[in-house]
């Protein structure tokens, strides 16, 4: 399952996006920034949020499925 950054850091989809991380068992999270100055990448927030809310082994759970995923193209 594909996660934009930002429907962790929108409150209307806050909840919706947290009840499918825990339900998915692969998920990615990916920035939808299209430029620095209109739609930045919103990785490095989207990430705090994860921590403070799920905790540190949820973050590096998500980063672990980056790295496969990249390490298998």
Known sequence: MLFNASSFLNG???RTA???LKSAPNVVLSSDAHSIDK???LLKPAFEVLRK???EQ???KLLQ???DLFRAL
């Open 53 to 55: 809310k799920l905790g």
């Open 18 to 20: 947290y009840r499918l």
């Open 39 to 41: 739609r930045p990448p």
């Open 58 to 60: 949820w973050v590096k």
């Open 65 to 67: 499925i980056a790295d």
């Open 12 to 14: 209307v989809l806050r």
